[in-house]
């Protein structure tokens, strides 16, 4: 056994499956496994946050909070991991300090070990309460940045942020390269860095999507990093984690070896191999394994690439995909380079598709004038001037803390709810509501009356 070993983090409950099979496991494919996979030694399990919440409820008929609570009975050992979007909790604009708060504590009350908290900006400012929050519960707190690729993107930048995380209290620090941009070189020198700047564990999130993960987990490994992100082979690859069993292998007997018995893993695999199979037969998914190696050039993570083909074709300007491609690192520039993660991608993707379909800022969409002027955080570099000028046409700037200017909310959905029928509602269900209304209420409508 290695006296470093490195650590686990074992996506295959929700990121694999996320990235794979479009979040739509169900709770009752997983129970089965949680026993065995309590036993493997991982790290950590990532099995709730990130787009499951939704999901659950708008495609399971599941309550995420009785998810949660059902791992947490099997998994007694293992701390299970979720990933939220700091003031954005799991949606998609930003909710009051008193939604965040109380779901903070109720995610950990419920059964989540180790908050993993990032803005889509890497603006800290919209991290600083569900830091704090997450903090008090007595949760292992990790402040995450996401990793993206622009003049104004150094190691430096992101050592600065990592400093900044560490100082607000987070236990590790992720690398979140959720396009798999991050080149293994790259990984060795900003691990090396992290590594030099910070004394907390450093953990790499990547997604083989461009195919150099695995590589530039084997280089980060080399500089020293503490714990990678791996996925179950099933649910591993293409635009989700390097596998499990692939790393535990290569790891043996070295220095880091991870010291999991990789035989322990097969059957698990072997588990949701078949749960994939079932998963794409059902709600008709291709589940096929690719690499997008576009992604290298354009920096774009392959499904926005899909969705702007897409968003041509229904106007019948497919011929345009050419521009389109060029405009969108265009686009992000004058943005002042948002790393290309929800929500920005979207807000970037749709500025660049309405410059090509209309002409540059002729038509711009809502988001992107709140984007320009500070309502979602600080961008990583300063707006383009003139494009400035076009966007906001004279919209006040928002400097300060954009949740500053958002009242209480948990009182007025309590009563919201109330006034539909639902008076003696959990607070849990309460969130629910809070964060996707309408999907709540249909899932309430079914399940609670
Ligand atoms: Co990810």
Known sequence: MSNNPVKIMETVLRDGHQSLAATRMRTSDMIEMLEKLDDVGYFSLEAWGGAT???TLRFLNEDPWERLRTIRKHVTKTPIQMLLRGQNILGYNHYADDVVTEFVKRAVDNGVGVVRIFDALNDVRNLEVSMRVAKETGAHVQGAFVYTISPFHTIDTFVKVAKDLVSMGADSICI???AGLLAPYVAYDLVKALKAAVNVP???HSHYTSGMAGMTY???IEAGVDIIDCALSPFAMGSSQPATEALVAALENTDRDTGIAKEKLFPIADHFRTVKKNVAETFKLNTAIDIDTKVLSFQIPGGMLSNFLNQLKEQGMADKYPEMLEEMPKVRADLGYPPLVTPT???????????????RYKVVPREVKDLARGKYGRTPAPLNPEVA????QGEPLITHRPADDIEPQMEKLTKELAEKGYPNASVEDILSYALFPDVALKFFEANRK
């Open 218 to 220: 084997l280089k980060a």
């Open 202 to 204: 450093i953990d790499i």
């Open 389 to 392: 000028d076009l966007i906001l």
């Open 176 to 178: 979140k390269d959720m």
């Open 53 to 55: 919440f939704d999901s």
């Open 345 to 359: 991608s979207q807000i970037t993707g749709s500025m660049a598709a309405f410059n090509v379909m209309f002409g």
